[in-house]
Structures are given as C-alpha cells and as structure tokens.
C-alpha cells in the first residue's frame, strides 16, 4: 500500500512538471472564480435560511397569538355560559325539586334483586371498558354506590333503561311513580338540548353539602353518586366540587384540569362548576364536563391546517403543567400508523400508545417535554428551534395561556424540513452555475488523471482482492512501461500463491483423514485446538471386545486381496452399526474388534448402547455369512465401569485404553464362546430388566478371586 502511495505522488508530481505556464494561470485563475463563487453562494443561502426562518418564525408566532385568543375566548365563553346556567331560573328549580326528591328516594326500600342487577351491569357492561384503560382489574365493591336513593336511581335509570350504554340520555321518565321521575321529566329534555347545543360532553346538578350527583344527562356511573365520600371522591369533577365548596361566592366559576375520568372509561375529561344561589341561599352546584371535540377544533381548525398557513407539518397544541398535551395532535389525525411507530421509536410505553389507540386522543398521554413547552410553562413567550415530541427538529412558537385556573402553554410549530423547502430553489440557482464551471474545468484534468490512474487502480484492486483471499484474480494491463512489468510481476506472485494454497489445503486434509483414523473426533479435535497431553480418566464407560473366528481358515483358500476386501467389508458393516448406535470405534487388531461408548460423548444410556451394537453385530456376521456362504462365528466380551483413555506415544501416537474394565472385556473375549455375547455382572444389573440373560461360568480373574459372568440372549 505504500508503494502505491508513493507511485501516486510521483505521478502528481510529473503532471504537474507537464502542466504549460498558460495552463497553471488558468487553473489559478479559475481557482479564484470558483473559490469566489463558493464563498457568495455560501454567504447567500446562510442570509436566504436566515431570512425563511425568521418569515416562518413570524408566521408562526401569528397563528399561535390568533390561537390563543380563540381559545382564551372559548373558556371566557364557558364561564359566561355556566355562570349564565347557574342562574337561570329553570336551573335553580331544577335543583331545588332534585335535592328535594333525591332525599325523599333514601326512604325507599332497595330490593336485594336490584343490588344484584346493579353488580351484574357493572361486571357486564362497565368493567370489561374500563379494564382496557386503567391498570389492575376493577372490582364492584370499589365502585358499588352507598345511598338508597344513588342505587335507586341507577337501577332504574341506568339498568332498567333499555337504551344501550352511550344513549342512556333518551330515557326521559323512568315511569316509577316517583317525585324524582316527575322532576325529571320535566326538566331532563332541556338540559339535554342544552348540552347538545352547546356541545357539553355532560352536564351535572350537585348538592352542595353532600356532594350528590342528583342528576346528569348521560347517566354514566357517577350519576347519583356522592362525589364526598362515593366512589369518585378523588376524580377531578370532586375537585371542582370541592373548589366551589370552598369559594362558594356567586358567580365564582371554578375549573379543574384534565384527568382521566373512570365514569368516562378512564377517558381525559376536565370539568368548570359554579354555584346555584336561590336568592341568597346556595341551593346547589351546576357543572359541566368540557367539549372535548370543540377544543380539538379550535386547535386544528377543523382539520384545515392548510388553510391557516400550517402547510404539510405545522399544528398548534396546548400543554398542560404536568407537560402532557391538552389536545389532539394532527400527526395521530392525519397518519397514525407512522406516528405510532415515532412513538416506538421514542420509546414510549406500550400503555400508552393503547391508551392512545383505545381513546384516539393525545390528551393526557402525549408527552411534550420540550424547551419551547418548558418555557410557555414558565410564562415565556418566544420562538426556538427544538425537538419536537416526535423527535423531529421543528422551529417552534410557544407562549403561556391566559385561563384562569389552569397552567397551560400553546405551541405552533412546523418541521424543519418543510419550513426551509424553499430553500432548494435558492440552493439549485446558486449551485447550477458552479456546477457547470466546476465539470467544464475538471472534465480535461479528469479525464488525464482517470487515464494515468487507471492502471494503479488496477493493481490496487487486485491488490485488496488478494488481500481478501481471491488468489483467482489478474491483472491485465496493454502497457509495455514499468506499470505493465509491475502487473507482470503481480500476476506471477499470486500464481505462485494460489499454488502455496492449494497445496497447504491438500496436506491439511490429509492429515485430517489421518488423524481421525488414528483418534476419536473429539479427541482428534481437542489435539487440533493444541492440547499435546489428553488422560482422560473416565467413571462410567462401556468397553466391548469382539473376536471373530473362522476367518484364519478361509483366508487361507483365497488370495489376499480377496481376503483383505472380505475382511474389509466384515468391518464396515460392524463400523456402520457403531455409528448407528453412537459406539467410538477404538482398534482393530485382525480379527479383533475393540469399541467403547462414553469415552468422549457422555451417555446415560453408554451400556445399553453398547449391548444393542453387539446384538447389531451378530446380525451383521449373519448376513455376511449368508451372502458369502461362510461359517464365521463371533465372540463379544462387554464390561462397563471406569476406564482410563489417553494418547500415548511421541511421534508414532495411539489412543490407548486401559483399566480393569477394559481387562475384564478383554478377559471375558477371550472365554466366550462362538456366537455368544458374554457380559460381567455390572452389566447384567444394569440391562436385566431389557434383556434376557443366562448365567454364564464364573471365570477366575487374575487376583481379583472369581468373576461372575451372564450369557446375553436377547431383547425382552
């Protein structure tokens, strides 16, 4: 390599010798123009990105003032709306004639059969809802409603009402006779045009001492519940209650923050209350759930963020104090799918990504932990160039909100990308002309040095390719100079190479053959990887010692060749039937076969293994004696216990076995008669169950006194 690297300066150098006085003025000159091109170009689009920036920063800083003051005057709206409610006349008798009945509806008597409707609607219809959205399982003993009268009315109100759940709202009289119902009737139409009207997600008359819920228009669980001490008493509609409690001036409007809601399925809902005077007696408090929709649709312009000057990215948001937005984010609108996957992406829980699937809303489980939000927050008001909750660079305008009882920011961004769109005009404009000059002056000088270079390349290629193993490759040059001789030379060293290769991979598998020959494969292995002393000593193993007999005397009526492929063939059967049963085939000696299992491969199963290759090999010799019409017999020692297994030897090695298991199969061999399969009495205990055995002749056994022997005879 750096050989070339030197071969390529010396190149430069002698082009640059080559190179006119004429030509050197021009490349000097024209170096200065192009370098004069670059630098205004440079300087153009850093002042054209300075001057789309500072546009689109202005207009968003437009969109979000005109924002926020439709949404300032949206909640204005509301106050007036509720304070407006609070004291009308219909809404103060209204309250009055349900405080009145509610109470009277404690006296009634609750049948046992209700209470079990009730569970059974909750357990039906309200839990299965809210499970998805809520963690661990709801159970009706936390949600079951106190009073006679709050299980009353939701009996006949909510379970006794054949209009499905979401439409509980069209039952305008319960038909029980009561006062409640009377009431009821009278009023119930109008509120609910009310809330339709005015687009309320709901709308609640609430004693002001006991905090009942003495009447709703939709009728989800929380109606006539007490917001005191029921089920709800830490829902952000008790806390609205609780504020007016406790600022209970006329005409005191309170608000309270979105929270998730479980009468609403756990779904975002915030709520504004005010009180209900009755000349100067507080009778009651009247509150609203906000409209939810009217508040996307304020944000999002009904869906027309073209229209309002937001192009293909740009959206207005509301952040609440907790920096979790409080309205629809378009992105979840407009393409949901590859705005769940940003949220993967940012690594978002799974809870809450459902949570927004299940509610098709942001509110409550957006996060937007931003600089731009932090500070709207923090009552600022500016513009930045920031992540956005996407993980996406936006430049951003955020200001607080002015909205009595809530810390709220409003943000109106616009991606990166999209904003400097323009951008690319300016940039092809200015890059056009320099391009062309640049490929006019280059077009000649790259043509020479492609023409020069061609040949290094060339041989650097073949260079990294050799480096790489492809001993295939050539190099082909038609130069008759010293880079032709060079390619030459290359060409004959990775021939050589090749050669060096093909003969180092040939020896290698040769002595792989040999080795395995020689060695069982995990040990052929393990003196691979380097180890040059391997004893083994091993507690459990199976050694097997076969003699076949007969063969003597017919090798001595054939010629040896003939024998020898006789012989051989004897031996692949039995080595075929070792690999089938997983034997380690140790030596033959002759006539003598020696194998074993568990020596390298632990097996729980080695002896009976061992047994079934014996069985195996006494059918092989059938076969063999069938097909050629001979009368060998064969003889089988097994004896299993430890065995000692080690490679023994320097130059000339051998894996070599002993131990007194190994003397004992040997011993047993050499006394066993034709066609039988001998064993010891270690492996009788062990197979009796599975075979059939005959007790052979105890055999004397060097100084180890008598050895007890059985006779194999088959399978059960």
């Not at 200001?399 to 300016?426: Q, R």
């Not at 003597?552 to 004897?570: F, H, I, M, Y």
């Given at each position: 390599m750096q050989r070339f690297k030197r071969l390529n300066l010396k190149s430069f150098d002698r082009l640059a010798l080559k190179l006119s006085i004429k030509s050197k003025l021009m490349v000097m000159l024209l170096g200065v123009s192009l370098g004069s091109i670059l630098v205004v170009g440079y300087i153009s689009l850093i002042r054209g990105r300075a001057t789309i920036k500072s546009a689109i920063f202005n207009q968003l800083t437009s969109i979000r003032a005109s924002k926020a003051h439709q949404f300032e005057l949206f909640f204005e709206n509301l106050r007036h709306q509720v304070q407006v409610m609070c004291a009308d006349h219909m809404a103060i008798a209204a309250m009055v004639e349900f405080n009145k009945a509610y109470k009277k509806l404690n006296q009634e008597y609750i049948s046992p059969e209700w209470d079990i409707a009730l569970e059974a609607h909750y357990s039906k219809e309200f839990f299965p809802k809210l499970y998805n959205n809520i963690p661990g399982e709801p159970v009706f003993s936390a949600y079951r409603p106190e009073s006679q009268a709050a299980r009353y009315l939701q009996y006949r109100y909510i379970v006794q009402n054949s209009n499905p759940v979401g439409e509980k709202d069209k039952l305008v009289d319960a038909e029980d006779g009561s006062d409640y119902s009377r009431f009821h009737r009278r009023y119930h139409e109008v509120f609910r045009e009310i809330v339709d009207k005015f687009g309320y997600y709901d709308l609640f008359l609430i004693n002001h001492k006991t905090g009942e819920i003495v009447y709703s228009v939709y009728k989800e669980t929380d109606f006539a519940t007490s917001l005191s001490t029921g089920p709800y008493n830490r829902s952000n509609l008790a806390k609205v209650v609780r504020a007016v409690q406790d600022n209970p001036d006329r005409g005191a409007i309170q608000i309270a923050d979105f929270e998730g809601y479980r009468p609403s399925y756990a779904a975002p809902a915030a709520f504004i209350a005010g009180p209900i005077y009755n000349g100067p007696h507080i009778v009651g408090i009247l509150a609203i759930q906000l409209p939810v929709d009217k508040i996307n649709q304020v944000m999002t312009g009904g869906g027309g963020w073209h229209n309002t000057g937001l192009g293909r990215t740009g959206e207005t948001y509301l952040v609440g104090a907790d920096l979790n937005m409080r309205s629809v984010s378009r992105f979840l609108i407009e393409t949901p799918q590859k705005y769940e996957s940003q949220l993967r992406d940012r690594g978002t829980s799974n809870e809450i990504i459902q949570l927004i699937k299940n509610f098709n809303t942001t509110i409550m489980f957006q996060e937007v932990n931003t600089d731009a939000a932090r500070a709207a927050l923090e009552g600022q008001e500016g513009t930045q160039i920031v992540k956005d909750y996407r993980g996406v660079t936006v430049l951003s305008a955020y200001a607080p909100l002015n909205i009595e009882g809530l810390k709220w920011g409003i943000l109106a961004e616009m991606d990166l990308d999209e904003a400097y769109a323009p951008m690319i005009n300016l940039q092809t404009s200015i890059f056009v002309l320099t391009v062309i000059l640049i490929l006019a002056v280059t077009w000649i000088a790259n043509f020479v040095a492609n023409q020069f270079v061609k040949p290094i390349d060339a041989l650097s290629s073949g260079a990294r390719k050799v480096g790489e193993g492809q001993l295939d490759t050539?190099?082909?040059?038609?130069?008759?100079?010293?880079?032709?001789?060079?390619?030459?030379?290359?060409?004959?060293?990775?021939?050589?190479?090749?050669?060096?290769?093909?003969?180092?991979?040939?020896?290698?598998?040769?002595?792989?053959?040999?080795?395995?020959?020689?060695?069982?494969?995990?040990?052929?292995?393990?003196?691979?990887?380097?180890?040059?002393?391997?004893?083994?000593?091993?507690?459990?193993?199976?050694?097997?010692?076969?003699?076949?007999?007969?063969?003597?005397?017919?090798?001595?009526?054939?010629?040896?060749?003939?024998?020898?492929?006789?012989?051989?063939?004897?031996?692949?059967?039995?080595?075929?039937?070792?690999?089938?049963?997983?034997?380690?085939?140790?030596?033959?000696?002759?006539?003598?076969?020696?194998?074993?299992?568990?020596?390298?491969?632990?097996?729980?199963?080695?002896?009976?293994?061992?047994?079934?290759?014996?069985?195996?090999?006494?059918?092989?010799?059938?076969?063999?004696?069938?097909?050629?019409?001979?009368?060998?017999?064969?003889?089988?020692?097994?004896?299993?216990?430890?065995?000692?297994?080690?490679?023994?030897?320097?130059?000339?090695?051998?894996?070599?076995?002993?131990?007194?298991?190994?003397?004992?199969?040997?011993?047993?061999?050499?006394?066993?008669?034709?066609?039988?399969?001998?064993?010891?009495?270690?492996?009788?205990?062990?197979?009796?169950?599975?075979?059939?055995?005959?007790?052979?002749?105890?055999?004397?056994?060097?100084?180890?006194?008598?050895?007890?022997?059985?006779?194999?005879?088959?399978?059960?």
């Amino acid at each position: 390599m750096q050989r070339f690297k030197r071969l390529n300066l010396k190149s430069f150098d002698r082009l640059a010798l080559k190179l006119s006085i004429k030509s050197k003025l021009m490349v000097m000159l024209l170096g200065v123009s192009l370098g004069s091109i670059l630098v205004v170009g440079y300087i153009s689009l850093i002042r054209g990105r300075a001057t789309i920036k500072s546009a689109i920063f202005n207009q968003l800083t437009s969109i979000r003032a005109s924002k926020a003051h439709q949404f300032e005057l949206f909640f204005e709206n509301l106050r007036h709306q509720v304070q407006v409610m609070c004291a009308d006349h219909m809404a103060i008798a209204a309250m009055v004639e349900f405080n009145k009945a509610y109470k009277k509806l404690n006296q009634e008597y609750i049948s046992p059969e209700w209470d079990i409707a009730l569970e059974a609607h909750y357990s039906k219809e309200f839990f299965p809802k809210l499970y998805n959205n809520i963690p661990g399982e709801p159970v009706f003993s936390a949600y079951r409603p106190e009073s006679q009268a709050a299980r009353y009315l939701q009996y006949r109100y909510i379970v006794q009402n054949s209009n499905p759940v979401g439409e509980k709202d069209k039952l305008v009289d319960a038909e029980d006779g009561s006062d409640y119902s009377r009431f009821h009737r009278r009023y119930h139409e109008v509120f609910r045009e009310i809330v339709d009207k005015f687009g309320y997600y709901d709308l609640f008359l609430i004693n002001h001492k006991t905090g009942e819920i003495v009447y709703s228009v939709y009728k989800e669980t929380d109606f006539a519940t007490s917001l005191s001490t029921g089920p709800y008493n830490r829902s952000n509609l008790a806390k609205v209650v609780r504020a007016v409690q406790d600022n209970p001036d006329r005409g005191a409007i309170q608000i309270a923050d979105f929270e998730g809601y479980r009468p609403s399925y756990a779904a975002p809902a915030a709520f504004i209350a005010g009180p209900i005077y009755n000349g100067p007696h507080i009778v009651g408090i009247l509150a609203i759930q906000l409209p939810v929709d009217k508040i996307n649709q304020v944000m999002t312009g009904g869906g027309g963020w073209h229209n309002t000057g937001l192009g293909r990215t740009g959206e207005t948001y509301l952040v609440g104090a907790d920096l979790n937005m409080r309205s629809v984010s378009r992105f979840l609108i407009e393409t949901p799918q590859k705005y769940e996957s940003q949220l993967r992406d940012r690594g978002t829980s799974n809870e809450i990504i459902q949570l927004i699937k299940n509610f098709n809303t942001t509110i409550m489980f957006q996060e937007v932990n931003t600089d731009a939000a932090r500070a709207a927050l923090e009552g600022q008001e500016g513009t930045q160039i920031v992540k956005d909750y996407r993980g996406v660079t936006v430049l951003s305008a955020y200001a607080p909100l002015n909205i009595e009882g809530l810390k709220w920011g409003i943000l109106a961004e616009m991606d990166l990308d999209e904003a400097y769109a323009p951008m690319i005009n300016l940039q092809t404009s200015i890059f056009v002309l320099t391009v062309i000059l640049i490929l006019a002056v280059t077009w000649i000088a790259n043509f020479v040095a492609n023409q020069f270079v061609k040949p290094i390349d060339a041989l650097s290629s073949g260079a990294r390719k050799v480096g790489e193993g492809q001993l295939d490759t050539e190099v082909n040059l038609d130069a008759d100079d010293e880079l032709g001789q060079l390619a030459q030379t290359f060409n004959t060293m990775v021939q050589n190479l090749r050669q060096q290769r093909d003969a180092i991979a040939a020896k290698s598998r040769e002595n792989d053959a040999l080795l395995l020959n020689i060695l069982p494969s995990a040990v052929a292995e393990r003196r691979k990887k380097g180890e040059t002393q391997i004893a083994d000593n091993i507690q459990q193993a199976t050694v097997l010692f076969a003699r076949v007999r007969g063969f003597s005397g017919l090798s001595q009526d054939k010629q040896v060749s003939e024998a020898a492929d006789l012989l051989d063939e004897l031996i692949n059967a039995f080595d075929e039937a070792a690999e089938k049963y997983d034997v380690e085939k140790h030596k033959t000696i002759g006539e003598r076969y020696i194998a074993a299992c568990g020596l390298t491969k632990q097996r729980l199963d080695h002896t009976k293994r061992v047994v079934d290759f014996a069985l195996e090999m006494s059918s092989s010799l059938q076969r063999f004696n069938n097909k050629h019409q001979t009368g060998l017999t064969l003889s089988i020692g097994i004896q299993a216990g430890a065995v000692m297994a080690a490679i023994v030897g320097g130059e000339k090695f051998r894996y070599d076995l002993w131990g007194s298991t190994v003397d004992i199969a040997n011993h047993l061999n050499d006394r066993a008669h034709p066609n039988t399969i001998l064993v010891a009495q270690d492996v009788y205990e062990r197979l009796q169950e599975l075979y059939v055995f005959e007790p052979g002749q105890d055999l004397p056994f060097e100084d180890k006194g008598s050895l007890k022997t059985w006779i194999l005879k088959q399978a059960v």
